[in-house]
């Protein structure tokens, strides 16, 4: 008798079969987040536990993006389980990244997917930065804060010297909410305004700001474009109604 008795270890067997033959072909979130949980929780039914981390993670990536101690939270998870689960986003984000490692990512929208995807789910405030040459083409990003994300921590400096040398032509930077929909705030005015102004001089602009929620929607201080700012009252302006 499998160990989870006749009825799972059946049901568990026919959704390891279905896999070997078309993989995750039809497979909802649900099937897939219950055959992982297979590999920690031999002994019990995992459908419903798959279906209660989903009501409250949203979808799969939201599970994955957990912290271990909020996916405690859900009854039926232990810490072993919470740690194999929350590995996988690190898992994954690291084969992709070795994947796209000789890959530049290129257009402000696959720039702006990729921003999403990087803070959509972060546990913790963050401000990223991303340097993009003249063919809106990726060169590399940053993590300029982790933590609570204030004007006074901006070290202006430190982004200089991470464009100088390079074939950076402008800035973008993003920064994730916690908790909710995307919103700018005023720090996020203080912000730009500061990084514009200590582009300028090296002839530089700042692309955009973008803003990413926990529900994976954003919003953008200048809409994406290209815009040669001759003086700081536009980037006054962009958020001087917040």
Request: hydrophobic share 35%; proline share 2%; charged share 25%.
């Amino acid at each position: 008798m499998p160990l989870d008795g006749k009825k799972h270890g059946g049901h568990r067997d026919r959704l390891r079969e279905r896999y070997i033959k078309d993989g995750l072909d039809g497979f909802e979130e649900h099937n897939i987040l219950e055959m992982l949980l297979f590999y920690t929780i031999p002994q019990k039914d995992t459908n419903e536990l798959a279906h209660s981390l989903l009501d409250r993670f949203g979808h799969l990536e939201g599970v994955f993006n957990a912290s271990p101690d909020e996916l405690m939270k859900v009854e039926g998870i232990g810490e072993y389980t919470a740690q194999y689960l929350s590995l996988f986003s690190t898992l994954i984000e690291s084969y992709i990244m070795d994947r796209r490692q000789h890959e530049i990512i290129t257009g402000i929208e696959n720039i702006t997917e990729f921003t999403v995807r990087k803070l959509a789910f972060s546990p913790t405030e963050c401000l990223l930065a991303f340097f993009i040459d003249n063919k809106q083409s990726l060169l590399s990003w940053h993590c300029w804060q982790d933590g609570c994300v204030t004007l006074d921590d901006i070290d202006t400096r430190a982004i200089l010297r991470m464009v100088m040398g390079t074939n950076t032509t402008h800035v973008m930077l993003a920064r994730n909410t916690v908790k909710g929909k995307a919103r700018l705030m005023k720090k996020d005015n203080g912000i730009a305004l500061v990084v514009s102004e200590a582009l300028r001089p090296i002839g530089m602009g700042l692309f955009d700001y973008v803003v990413v929620g926990r529900d994976r929607s954003y919003v953008t201080m200048f809409g994406n474009a290209y815009t040669d700012r001759k003086d700081s009252s536009d980037t006054e302006k962009a958020g001087d109604s917040l």
